[in-house]
């Protein structure tokens, strides 16, 4: 009950930082906010989807990063166009952001991490660096952009904390 309890606080912390209903902000997409709360949803579900097929397998989460990200290779080589791709190899800069940049620092680390810590904090608990973004969003808008941050803003932000705290605490009982 408490794990759902924070998965609620934490999941209407974001919303209160996405601001859908906001009248002072024009062109706002509805589709576009809809699409980032599914996204942050199905990634969600991902981890219990992990923890429940793939830890009991006992396979390194390097191993499963390999096979995760392979099988998507193959996959997207299929049903992609190609035509243009050849220029990425053109610049050297390119193909090095490409590789290190996306391949190994972005992808490959953020799998391992992500198999890592379902074997270590569980899917519930692991599901929290979900609401970990809406956070780095605004405090870079803050010292990038020089963004305000709003009461609303520093409520969303100790609602998706303390949702994140009730996550991780054991339950009770």
Not at 6 to 20: D, H, K, Q, S
């Amino acid at each position: 009950m408490r794990k759902a309890m924070g998965a609620m606080v934490g999941f209407m912390g974001i919303i209160l930082i996405a601001r859908p209903w906001a009248a002072e902000v024009e062109n706002i997409n509805l589709a576009g906010i809809a699409y980032m709360v599914l996204g942050s949803l199905s990634v969600a579900c991902s981890f219990v989807y992990a923890k429940k097929f793939l830890s009991d397998l006992h396979i390194s989460p390097a191993a499963l990063s390999t096979y995760q990200v392979g099988l998507a290779l193959l996959l997207l080589t299929v049903i992609t166009d190609m035509d243009g791709i050849t220029r990425i190899v053109q610049d050297g800069k390119v193909l090095t952001g490409v590789i290190v940049g996306l391949g190994l620092a972005g992808t490959g680390i953020a799998f391992i991490l992500y198999y890592y810590i379902i074997e270590q904090l569980g899917a519930v608990s692991a599901s929290s660096v979900t609401y970990i973004p809406p956070i780095v969003s605004l405090v870079i808008s803050y010292f990038f952009t020089q963004e305000p941050i709003s009461t609303l803003d520093i409520f969303a932000l100790v609602a998706i904390l303390f949702g994140i705290f009730m996550l991780r605490e054991k339950e009770s009982g």
